[in-house]
C-alpha cells in the first residue's frame, strides 16, 4: 500500500497545475449559476414561469435536466447540474488516461514496472488520485454553493452529486484503459463515454411527465442509464436523497476491481482490443502536412460534426414546441420579454438562435483541439521524426491552424444545416435556411480568436522537456531543437 501512495504522489505532483485548474473552474461555474440564477429570477414569479416553460418543453430538459421545484437551490441546480456532471467526467476520464494507457505509450509504466511494484499498482494510485480528486471536487463545488447562500445540506448533495459522477468516470476511464490499444483511442472512447451518458440522460429527461402545476418533472427510466441521470436523482434541493449516489459509487468500486483485475494479468502495452496496422503507402492526402494533419483529426473531427449535427436538430426540431408553450401564457411572454428587451424576433427564433450559441464552443473547441494536438506529436517524438525532414515548423504549424480554422467553420455549417433542415420538416419550414445557417456561423470568428490564441500559446511556450524525455541543447520554445 505503501508503493501505491507513493506512486499516487508522484502523479499528484504532475497534476499540480492541470487537476487545481479543472477543479476549481468547475466549482466556480456552479458558483456563477447560482449568482446568475440568484440575479435574474431572484423573484418567485420568474422562477415560476421559467421552470413552467422548461417543464412543458422537451427541448430545455433535453439540454438542461429534470426542474425539481422552484426553489433557488432547485433552480440552480436545474440550470447547471448536467453541464458540471460532463465536466466532472472529463476531467476524470483524462486524468485517468494519462496515468495509465498513456503512460505505457510514453515509457513511463515499464519504468515502474521494472521496479518492486505490482502490476496493478500503477492503476492503483491512479485510481486513488482520481477519487481524492473528486472528493476535492466535490467540497469545492458545495463550497461554491453555500457562498451563493444555498441550503447547506443541499449544497452538499449537489456536490456529491458531481463528484459521484466523476468517481463513476474515473473507474469507467480505468476499464477503458485496458480495453484501447493507445492513448489517443482510449480518451476518444472515455470522452465519447461521457458524451453518450449526457444524450442518455437528455433522452430520459425529454420523456419525462410534468406535474400538473408544471413545477417538476418526473425523468423516464431511460435517464437511469446514464450515470448523470442517477446523479440527478439525488433531488439536493428538495428531498436531498443519497441512494442513488450509492448506487453510483457501488458501480464504481465494481468497475475499478474490474480493471486492476484485468490491469494485474495483461501484458504490458497489451490490450484487449488489438491496434489495427496502418496502410503500408500514404494516400494522395498523407503526402502533404495538410493531408497528415487530416488523418490525424479526422476521427475527432467527424465526432464534432456528429454532436454539433445532434444539437442543431434539437434547436430547430424543438422551437416549434417552445413556440406554442410561451403563446399560451401571458407571464411566459413578458418574462422574455423583460430578458430580451426591444427584441421583435419571434420566439422560435429567439430560442433556435440561443440554442445555436452552444455550437460557438462546440466550434471553438474542435479548433483548439486541433492545434493542442501539436503538443501531444511534440511530447510523443513523432514531431520531432517529422521536422528531420524538409518540412519546416511554420509549415507544420500553418497546416494544422488552417485545418483548426476550417474545422470551425465546418462544425457551425452542420449545425446550422441541421436546424435549418430540422426546422423545414415542421410547422415552422416557411423560414429561410441562411437564417440558421446565419445565427451559427456567426459564432466563428469569436471561435476562431480563441484557436489563434492557442496557437500563439504553443508557438512561443517552452516544450516540457521532462515529460518528453527528449531534450537538445539549444532547444527553441515550441518548436523543439534548432537544426
Known sequence: MSGIMRLADGQARRERVLLPFWILGIAFLGLVTASAVS???GDETDRTAIIAVAAANPAFLFVRGLPDGTSLGAVVFFQGYAFTAVLAGLMSTFLVIRHTRADEELGRAELIGSTTHR???????????????????????????VAARLPVVGSVTAGAAVGAVGLFFVALSAAVAQVMPSGRSANGAAAGLVGAAYLLRGVGDAFGIPSADLTQVTGHWLSLLSPIGWGQRSRPFSVAEPTPLLVLMGAAVLLAVASMLIRSRRDLGASLLPERAGKEHAGLGGTSLLGLAWRLQRPAFIGWCVVAAALGGIAGGFGPVVTDAVSGSDTLRELIGRLIPGSRAEIIDVFTTALLGIVGVLAAAAGIQTILRLRVEEVEGRAELLLSTARSRARWLGANTVLAAASVAAVALVAGSAAAISLSLTASGNRPPGLMLGAALAHVPAAIVFLSATAVAFAIAPQDQCSSGMGHVGSRPGFGPVR
Open 39 to 41: 440575479t435574474q429570477f
Open 119 to 145: 502490476r496493478a499498482a500503477s492503476l492503483g494510485s491512479t485510481l486513488l488520485l482520481g477519487t481524492a480528486a473528486n472528493l476535492v471536487l466535490a467540497a469545492a463545488v458545495a463550497t461554491g454553493f
